[in-house]
């Protein structure tokens, strides 16, 4: 130890530790297993990656623009459909439907929930999400009152 003005960057090992049994022999396992990390003097949070993985991110939120910065700081909610079990399908119903409806196709569109999506790859389970514009059932009602409307048959 020493009593120094610590430099604007400091290189410090990190050492992910993934069993007890290991820690008897601590310089040894740093030497082995541990990766280096920069700490800048006005940092204000840590980032626990290897100078790599670091160097990977940093190329990668170059030239980008941030969420918040894209959406303008408004939240957004995704889709919301009232009745989940009613709006969205698997693709065997779709297509029944699509069968006795060719219509039908019109409605459909495809969805992808938060499990199926990452950084940089979707990964489609096949649902289907029933889209039916607002104003709709007003545009094709005629002037029928529509509680009778919707219960008519086709």
Sequence with gaps: MQKKKP???QR???LK???LERVSNLDLEVKENSQTIEIKKDDTTWELRSLEQKTILDKLASNTIPLGQFVTDQI???LKTGFNEAFIVDND???K???VEAKGVEVFKPLLIGKEISPYLTKWEGLWVIVIPSGWTNKHRDGIDPEIFIQQPK
């Design 12 to 14: 410090v090992p990190l």
């Design 76 to 78: 957004f909610y995704g």
């Design 17 to 19: 530790l993934t069993s």
């Design 7 to 9: 430099a604007d960057i």
């Design 93 to 95: 119903t779709k297509e």
């Design 97 to 99: 439907i699509c069968k």
